[in-house]
């Protein structure tokens, strides 16, 4: 983990061992993790997996008969959640 600060001081030495050594770093704000800088191939394969788990989802909810009940109509969800952007 490094801080805010740590990033901005070694920009480019982080970038480079992410490219190049396949590391990862979490960088934190106030102790707490922010966001992560990783290489493209992890995020694809984070991508992958939720995208997985979304169609696994919907297959179960298809199967469980869920999806064949009358939904909510449109302007249902924008009076309890407001109009969407």
């Known amino acids: 983990m490094i801080t805010i600060k740590e990033l901005r001081e ?6 480079n061992r992410v490219a190049f050594g396949g590391e990862y770093f979490v960088v934190t704000r106030h102790g707490k993790p ?11 394969l984070c991508q992958t997996l939720e995208d997985y788990d979304d169609a ?22 924008v009076r ?3 109009p969407f952007e």
């Open 34 to 44: 922010l966001v992560a800088i990783v290489m493209p191939f992890d995020l694809q």
């Open 80 to 82: 309890r959640h407001g």
């Open 10 to 15: 070694n920009l480019a030495e982080i970038v």
């Open 56 to 77: 696994t989802y919907m297959e179960e909810r298809e199967a469980s008969g869920e999806l064949d009940k009358p939904g909510i109509p449109l302007d249902e969800v």
